[in-house]
């Protein structure tokens, strides 16, 4: 739950809050005064403040500047009724998220509050990049032990330590804001901002304005001064998604920051300093725009001081499987029970997929399969049919397929008469008890020896399991203690 804290000294503001975020995903706590919200502050914990600029008592300012004191990443968006007021400008510089006017426009109040609490969420949640995620409780975290991801994690553990400028490269969806994240949760600048801009999905007339702000009456529209990003983000972390679509105008503004820290406002003159470690991401080959002249080329050159390339998932399917259980116990927190798991013969189907939507589409993909699977394992049948018909036509088995033995993945009753066939050419053998030993190896090994996931796999009970592995003599045989 997003907790929202609002300090005015209005009634009929708070009552309008109350109204607008009667939601069971915001919890609103109220204060009249920053005195008060001061006090409150380290009880309710809150994800976001709205405030008030004018107040009796402690002013605005004087309560935001002991806010940043407490917290210097809690984000705080100021209100006022004086659009052309400095005291909204000053606060901004303060470290303020951004300022609202009075009345309130209700779905624009809305998108701000929304957009703040998702940079809020992104700066608290602590991006992991251990190679090796050995247990099943990890938060947010960059998974893969493959040799590409590998030298990924090694360049995150030297960029973190610098403030040198690095430029991210992959297919879409590969998960370059998560490397971006990662970067700065282990930077000297962590305790600071982060703010994500994509460049792709700003219009190009309000880019420049999003990034820089703008002086009031530089643009039709523009009815009170603005502060951009850059100003919002001083001594913080800005990610710049996309930067391959970003406009000429705006490269050439991008490229003066770079060189000389300072900025201008849309319809201003006034010089601007801007303390910005700048971390930079595209799907599109830079070298070949910068060639063909849609890219600078001395803009390219400042942003490409480190490179990290992420892998398409296609080049790197050892990590399919361990991004197949993260999205698992990742998924497990919305649904009851405990995180369910995959049948061998869909993981198989997984990972030979092409996977042309990389990480998220496979994240798309299990979240699918989670709604479509009625029982404790994901199936090929849960799966989308352009995943599941390759398997199928290769020959791998249909829906039922099972791995037992030798016997490979076949239907159910074409696996019953090949049994029962064996068995006529060898009276003495026990058709069940030797059908359920080999189903206990063959979940242990496809699930690592973890018990949870094969008693699971098998749809039985942990101490079931642990019975048979007892009743036929297996631990030695797979080393399980």
């Known amino acids: 739950m997003n907790k929202l804290l609002l300090i005015d000294d209005e009634a009929d503001v708070q009552y309008s809050f109350q109204r607008i975020f009667d939601s069971p995903e915001i919890e609103l706590t109220t204060a009249s005064s920053g005195e008060e919200a001061l006090r409150l502050l380290p009880k309710v914990k809150p994800d976001l403040v709205m405030m008030d600029v004018r107040m009796g008592g402690l002013s605005g300012l004087e309560t935001l500047r002991r806010i940043r004191q407490i917290d210097s990443k809690l984000l705080v968006i100021l209100m006022t009724a ?24 209700v779905p624009k109040l809305k998108e701000l509050v929304n957009n703040a609490l998702k940079a809020a969420r992104d700066m608290k949640q602590v991006v992991s990049y251990q190679p090796l995620l050995e247990t099943e409780d990890y938060e947010l975290g960059i998974v893969g032990r493959s040799e590409p991801m590998q030298q990924v994690f090694k360049l995150i553990g030297q960029l973190a330590a610098s403030d040198a400028t690095a430029l991210i490269t992959g297919e879409s969806g590969t998960g370059k804001e998560l490397v971006a994240r990662a970067i700065y949760h ?23 304005s999003e990034l820089f702000g703008h002086e009031r009456g530089s643009f039709t529209g523009a009815t009170m001064q603005r502060v951009g990003k850059f100003e919002q983000c001083n001594r913080g972390t800005l990610f710049l998604d996309e930067i391959g679509d970003m406009t000429p105008a705006t490269q050439t503004k991008i490229l003066r920051v770079l060189q000389s820290g300072t900025f ?33 080329e001395d803009l390219f050159y400042r942003l490409n001081v ?176």
Request: glycine share 6%; net charge positive.
């Open 82 to 105: 004086y659009g052309t007021t400095q005291t909204a400008i000053e606060a901004m510089k303060l470290g303020a998220y951004d300022y609202l006017l009075k009345p309130f426009d």
């Open 264 to 296: 201008e406002r849309v319809g201003g003159n006034q010089p601007i300093k801007a303390d910005v470690r700048i971390i930079a991401a595209t799907n599109k080959p830079l070298e070949q725009a910068v060639a063909a002249r849609q890219f600078r």
């Open 306 to 481: 480190v490179r990290i390339h992420i892998a398409p998932l296609r080049e790197r399917r050892e990590d399919i499987k361990l991004l197949v259980n993260y999205f698992l116990n990742k998924f497990a927190k919305d649904q009851p029970g405990p995180p369910r798991s995959i049948a061998p013969v869909a993981l198989k189907a997984l990972e030979k997929y092409h996977w042309p939507g990389n990480v998220r589409e496979l994240e798309n993909i299990i979240r699918r399969a989670l709604v479509m699977s009625k029982g404790e394992a994901i199936l090929l049948t849960d799966l989308p049919a352009e995943v599941s018909g390759q398997l199928q036509a290769g020959g791998a088995g249909g829906p039922m397929a099972l791995p037992v033995g030798e016997a490979g993945a076949a239907d159910i009753t074409n696996l019953a008469r090949q049994l029962f066939q064996w068995a006529r050419r060898e009276p003495k053998m026990r058709i069940i008890p030797a059908v359920e030993r080999e189903l206990v190896i063959q979940a242990l090994k496809e699930t690592e020896g973890n018990q949870v996931h094969a008693a699971k796999l098998l749809g039985i009970t942990r101490a079931t399991l642990r019975k048979r592995v007892e009743k036929f003599g297996i631990q030695r045989e797979l080393n399980i203690k």
């Open 186 to 208: 282990h930077s000297n600048r962590s305790q600071q901002p982060f703010l994500a801009v994509n460049c792709a999905a700003i219009p190009e007339q309000l880019l420049e």
